[in-house]
């Protein structure tokens, strides 16, 4: 069936309404947290139970179906997975094993009672719904609002909640021109890094002579530590599409290109059915609802490069050549793909698009700041007690995010630093938490945003190592193609791995600064010139780390296996002899029955000891 | 020169494809998807087919990381060292795996054929840290021990 204009496009939606109206839902969490924590185990079981009882139907489309299962997308507290959210009581349970779907029928979908054990407990306090958990009550979901609310594979669940209302306003009440003078006026800024605005790089394409263009979604999330995009393409993959969409019409582009990363099969999956679904009803493809706007989508799937990540090399990628970025201008607002003026943006700015449209330039301005509108979706991870999705208003402090939404550090340890941006990006320190998550703010005080990785690090963590684990990353995924960044970062991870062998040189501060220093000036492309971000960072706050580990051949969390310094507790060693027996270097020395102990200077630092005692009265000198 | 089903299964491949430049990286994945790598007589092959040189089919195929001259083994483990997986200690799991199959950062394959292992840089799973995949199904929050255990499991099948 394909829907050919305004009004059908209305029968459809109101069709969709009738078939989801179903008593009472489940969903299971089908996010790539949850499904590796078991989620497809408890989806078979929820169907299976469901199907004894003779009223209910788990088919999606049965008209009308008392309890409907749904794999939907990510609900984003993927350390408390696998989720299981029950509508209309908007319970939600956590931590769900195959074991407790027999409750859950009984208890929650027959009688519509609460299971206390798998609700969410903080500080002695039960909280019954999502809502209600400070997790999610300090954030303001916008983007992400549908993730996890919808049933992710099929366009019913979608068209329900609105999807391509947008675009239908877009197609019948305004021209490209007003598409475009919205989005610009809404200041909407790139979501991948850089906070280009989007509606300036709209109006550029537009203005190009050049009537073959290109809509191309930069789904290549390579950031360490970074996940929103994926959890939107494969939590409401619909939105996207719409806001690239959108991106077309504005700009009068005639194809689309999604390139999304090969670690992400799911969300690939999610969108080649969403595709094909937009196809059969004739919203993607000839004459969208009957009008004279064509577009027609693929996708691309990348081939583990981190590099592809950058304009220039996506492009080059899409066009069967290696990823690598070239010398710009012109750039690709003008010569893009198959060097036709290209749009090209990140996911979560074209899924921003849609509601901007629909709520207009003056509502998008009164949320977040006025220089960084809007709010931004983050993947808060490291050693915080809440990991997971989370999408907050541009302007919040760190501390918001890390303590009111993180719920703090993990296991009652002692925060030491928060990496933001990714291997683009600095740590920032206890000092900065008060400073504010947009693009300026952060951009003064050496940090950004970058695709919006946030790795919390506790005090366990070496600093050192860290910048080395930053760098040796750009070095393997440097494409080589220019010498600052391909030598360069060779180099520093060099003096790095030295240092943190305990073969650190005095001299290794200044040539660190130095290199750093060419690099960011000279390097052709983004990601290069960005590559000495974490070391600088590291090196301007922990300074004193830095020095220990030259000076001292000290590393104060025993991070740094070279710098370790293994002690016998006098209290609780025997005297037993093992660990003399075991080391390879002689270095344990002691009488049987009475405590040993370590001669530090023959120590090779193997650890072979610390693994051999039965009493572990071997530890590691903090 | 290998056996002639390979260079039908390519042919097979190849037609679903368009016969140009761009439709080198999509085909060279489905081939290796088949193959779990890319046997060099069938890159050689591609090109031919979809008609672009030897050399730039190659100068792509080496350029990404995904695609392997070398044949893989029936299980192939990646182990994420993302940030979140590093600072959640990803390391002594990669280094049990090396221990307990008797690999290296050198030597990735078993003598079996039948474990790969990998560092990928982040698999997108990072609440669930550290995380590994055995064949692109995620196994989370894993340990030195657990990955002992997943890999009885593994050879018991």
């Not at chain 1, 060097?339 to 301005?365: R, S």
């Not at chain 1, 080395?468 to 080589?480: A, D, N, Y």
Request: hydrophobic content about 35%; proline content about 4%; overall charge neutral.
């Amino acid at each position: 069936m394909k829907i050919e204009n305004r009004t059908e496009l209305k029968e459809y939606r109101t069709e969709c309404q009738k078939r989801q109206r179903a008593k009472c839902r489940v969903l299971i969490c089908g996010g790539t947290g949850c499904l590796a924590g078991g989620s497809d185990k408890i989806y078979q079981k929820m169907l299976e139970l469901t199907k004894n009882d003779g009223n209910v139907s788990v088919e999606f489309g049965a008209e009308i179906a008392h309890t409907k299962v749904m794999k939907s997308g990510c609900h984003g507290f993927c350390e408390m997975g696998p989720l299981v959210r029950i509508e209309p009581h908007n319970y939600l349970y956590i931590k769900v094993s195959p074991d407790d779907c027999e409750e859950i029928y009984q208890k929650t979908i027959c009688e519509g009672k609460s299971i206390e054990r798998l609700l969410y407990h903080m500080d002695g306090q039960v909280y019954a719904s999502q809502e209600e958990i400070p997790f999610y009550a300090k954030q303001t979901r916008l983007v992400l609002k549908n993730c996890g609310h919808i049933d992710a594979d099929h366009i019913e669940g979608a068209m329900v909640v609105g999807a391509y209302s947008a675009l239908e306003k877009a197609l019948f009440e305004m021209t490209p021109e007003s598409v475009i003078d919205m989005i610009y006026e809404s200041n909407l800024r790139g979501r991948g890094g850089a906070g280009f605005r989007t509606g300036r790089k709209w109006k550029q394409v537009a203005s190009q002579k050049e009537k073959i263009r290109y809509v191309v979604c930069n789904g290549d999330e390579g950031d360490p530590g970074a996940f929103m995009d994926r959890s939107i393409m494969e939590g409401d993959p619909h939105r996207m599409i719409e806001g690239m969409m959108i991106a077309a019409y504005a700009v009068q582009a005639q194809e689309g290109y999604i390139y999304v990363r090969a670690e992400y099969p799911l969300a690939i999956q999610r969108l080649e059915t969403a595709i094909h679904q937009a196809e059969e009803i004739g919203i993607l493809g000839d004459h969208i609802l009957g009008t004279n706007f064509s577009f027609r989508l693929h996708i691309n799937r990348g081939a583990g490069a981190f590099v592809c990540g950058e304009g220039s090399a996506l492009t080059a990628s899409i066009e069967g050549k290696r990823g690598m970025p070239r010398v710009k201008p012109p750039r690709t607002v003008q010569q893009g793909l198959w060097a036709k003026p290209t749009v090209l943006n990140n996911v979560e700015t074209y899924a921003n698009v849609p509601m901007i449209i629909q709520n207009g330039a003056e509502w998008y301005l009164g949320i977040g700041t006025p220089e960084s509108p809007g709010t931004k979706a983050f993947a808060l991870t490291g050693n915080v007690r809440n990991t997971g999705l989370i999408e907050v208003p541009m302007g919040i402090t760190l501390r918001e995010v890390i303590y009111d939404i993180g719920g703090g550090i993990q296991n009652g340890k002692k925060f030491k630093a928060v990496q933001i941006g990714g291997p683009s990006g600095g740590c920032l320190t206890e000092k900065q938490l008060d400073s504010k998550m947009d693009f300026d703010s952060l951009a003064k005080i050496g940090a950004m945003i970058g695709s919006g990785g946030l790795v919390i690090m506790d005090e366990n963590t070496c600093m050192v190592e860290v910048a080395r684990f930053f760098m040796s990353f750009t070095q393997r995924e440097s494409c080589g193609k220019c010498v600052p960044c391909r030598e360069g970062t060779k180099r520093m991870l060099e003096i790095l791995e030295r240092i943190v062998a305990g073969n650190g040189k005095p001299t290794d501060i200044d040539e660190l600064r130095e290199l750093a220093d060419m690099i960011e000036s000279t390097a052709l492309c983004g990601l290069g010139k960005s590559a000495p971000k974490p070391v600088i960072s590291t090196l301007n706050a922990f300074a004193e780390e830095y020095r220990e580990h030259i000076e001292d051949k000290k590393c104060k969390t025993g991070v740094c296996t070279n710098l370790r310094q293994f002690q016998i507790d006098l209290d609780i060693c025997k005297g037993c002899s093992k660990c003399a027996r075991n080391c390879p270097a002689g270095a344990i020395e002691g009488e049987l029955k009475s405590p040993y102990h370590i001669n530090q200077e023959k120590c090779i630092k193997c650890g072979a000891c610390m693994e051999q005692c039965p009493f572990k009265a071997i530890s590691v000198a903090r | 020169m290998l056996d002639t089903s390979y260079y039908e299964k390519a042919d097979e491949i190849i037609a679903r494809h368009t016969r140009e430049e761009r439709s080198l990286i999509p085909i060279i994945q489905d081939i290796q998807e088949e193959y779990r790598y890319l046997p060099p007589e069938l890159l050689t092959y591609v090109a031919k087919q979809i008609g672009i040189t030897e050399a730039k089919a190659y100068s792509v195929a080496s350029f990404y990381e995904n695609f392997s001259f070398e044949q893989k083994g029936k299980y192939v483990i990646k182990v994420c060292d993302g940030t979140a997986c590093h600072v959640r200690k990803s390391i002594p799991i990669l280094e049990r795996l090396y221990k307990e199959l008797g690999l290296n950062d050198k030597k990735h394959t078993s003598d079996d054929l039948y474990f790969t292992v990998e560092t990928v840089s982040c698999l997108g799973a990072c609440g669930l840290a550290p995380a590994i995949t055995v064949n692109d199904v995620v196994y989370p929050k894993m340990s030195p021990e657990k990955v002992v255990d997943l890999l009885k499991e593994l050879r018991g099948e």
